[in-house]
């Protein structure tokens, strides 16, 4: 078995040590940053004693262009160590995941939870000690739902469940760019953002500032003042009164619909983070080439379309940020009264939306579903021993050898299990602490990762495609006043239900009837029995009592 563990620490003292290397060069930068300013306050002044202006005048301009690109170059030092020290984390993370320490991982998905699912409840899909809390590695928001996604809705086809298969494989042995791609969302935020007001703001187009009329007035204006600036300065033709009166009439203008503007601004003023973050994953995505059909599809979606990619146009979106960033600054206010700048802006604004404002949601997509496709691949390159399913659309089987546990780690307890008849019911019987209810709920884990596209824990896992429904954990609800028995009631109802209408069904049914007392359990067990026995259905039941 190949050592994954040495290969993330070996990648943790590699960027340990660039750490280090980039926490120097800051420093030379910030020694540089200070020895440029005294330069260029105290040769300029000492020249400007001196009488000598030109001199002085020179050295302050050189030294300041010296000192801005010093800024640059600093700001540009402390991204890059960000981006190491997420590149660092993700390698911690992955050894504790390879330790069985995942459980430690801040973010499990508690809120996904739902009661009322089929499976995700009585399988740990999500919360604590949770699928989810296993192998999510997204930063995104859209990422975590295409995760969530794939966990409670899988794959309904041999076909798409074969093609994810390939995509996992891909990404499994990408593992460098795979922690590129998260580390990139880890550099600019540490919380997922919600991106829905974004695609309304994409799709909310405003068609007053895109009038040819506004738009062709808009840019006349500021040159017609430039103008009049100009000859007022140069020539006698005309006095500063008639550009002071223009720029008057500029401020009524900038007065009207100065709300709706001011708001358009403060919609786009709060996705700067989270537009910059999709510029670099989505940089990531387009320059990578990639073999299996699934991923170039993906791709397909972000590029070569309209003549454009995705990034160009996120690039441009973050660009017109950059100029509306500052407009609460005075100096900036005086060049927005002189040239219209807010409008200009919202020309800008409106002609990005026309051309790519409905295309955001599906880029967004795009990248959330590779950062949930890379989640995956963290099972295969994590447990390369794992084997990937065999699916069988027509032949109904569920054969696996060697099988555990998922996230039970290297106390698991493998197992085998073999159902190849048409229509199958399975109890399971046993003292208290033998393993039943764990037994039960390998399989199921197993057969959501199969259906995911996912390698499981087997040695090898042959099954056919089936709904996954479950009846092995119930409680009492005492907001709707429904007691354990009650709720247990409830959902042996919804499985009885789902087995009329559903064909190739799989059933997990633990500790049926556990409210009563045991005879009534085993009548009730028998009867349920005798009544799924009766239902001419291609489906397998598992039930432990």
Known sequence: MLDRSKEYNNKVELYSRKIENKDKSIKVIRYFRLITFIIGIGVPLANIFAKNYLMSAVIFAFSLSIFIYLIYIHHKEIYERRYLISLKQINEKSIKRLNGKWKEFRD?????????????????????????????????????????????????????????????KELSENLEWRQKLEAEGMVITNEPIQPEQLYSWGKDKNELYTNKWLIFFARLLPVLMLFLILMASFTTLISYKIPFLLFLFHMIILMIGIKERNSEFERIY?????????????????????????????????????????????????????????????????????????????????????????????????????????????????????????????????????????????????????????????????????????????????????????????????????????????????????????????????????????????????????????????????????QLEEMALRGLFLLMI
């Open 108 to 168: 499990n998905g508690s809120e996904f939870k739902d009661l009322q699912h089929n499976y995700s409840e009585d399988l740990d899909i999500f919360g604590k000690s949770s699928v989810f809390q296993w192998i999510n590695s997204t930063k995104t928001f859209v990422g975590r739902q295409k995760l969530r996604e794939r966990l409670e809705n899988p794959l309904k086809s041999v076909s798409e469940i074969t093609t994810t298969q390939e995509a996992i």
């Open 270 to 530: 709060k996705f700067k983070k989270s537009i910059y973050l999709y510029v670099k994953m989505l940089e990531l995505i387009i320059h990578k080439d990639f073999e299996s059909e699934y991923l170039k599809k993906l791709k397909k979606d972000l590029i070569g379309y309209k003549g454009y990619d995705a990034k160009d146009a996120i690039k441009k979106l973050s660009s017109i940020y950059e100029k509306i960033a500052n407009r609460a600054n005075a100096i900036v206010m005086v060049f927005n009264i002189m040239f219209l700048l807010d409008y200009q802006f919202m020309i800008e604004f409106g002609k990005w939306r026309v051309k790519w404002g409905n295309d955001l949601e599906k880029w967004f997509n795009s990248v959330g579903e590779f950062e949930a496709l890379s989640s995956i691949s963290n099972i295969n390159y994590d447990n390369p021993n794992w084997a990937f399913p065999n699916i069988s659309k027509s032949e109904f089987k569920l054969k696996t050898t060697k099988m555990g546990h998922p996230l039970i780690g290297d106390n698991m307890v493998c197992n085998s299990i073999n159902i190849e008849q048409k229509r199958n019911i399975l109890l399971i019987t046993g003292s208290n602490m033998s393993g039943k209810s764990t037994f039960l709920r390998t399989i199921g884990t197993n057969l959501v990762l199969a259906y995911i596209g996912s390698p499981v824990c087997a040695e090898d896992f042959r099954c056919s495609l089936m709904n996954i429904i479950t009846c092995m954990r119930t409680s009492d609800n005492l907001e709707n006043n429904i007691s354990s028995f009650y709720a247990e009631i409830l959902r042996i109802k919804k499985v009885v239900e789902n087995a009329k209408i559903n064909d190739n069904v799989f059933f997990l049914l633990d500790e049926l009837f556990k409210g009563t007392n045991s005879i009534d359990r085993h009548r009730g067990a028998i009867a349920l029995i005798k």
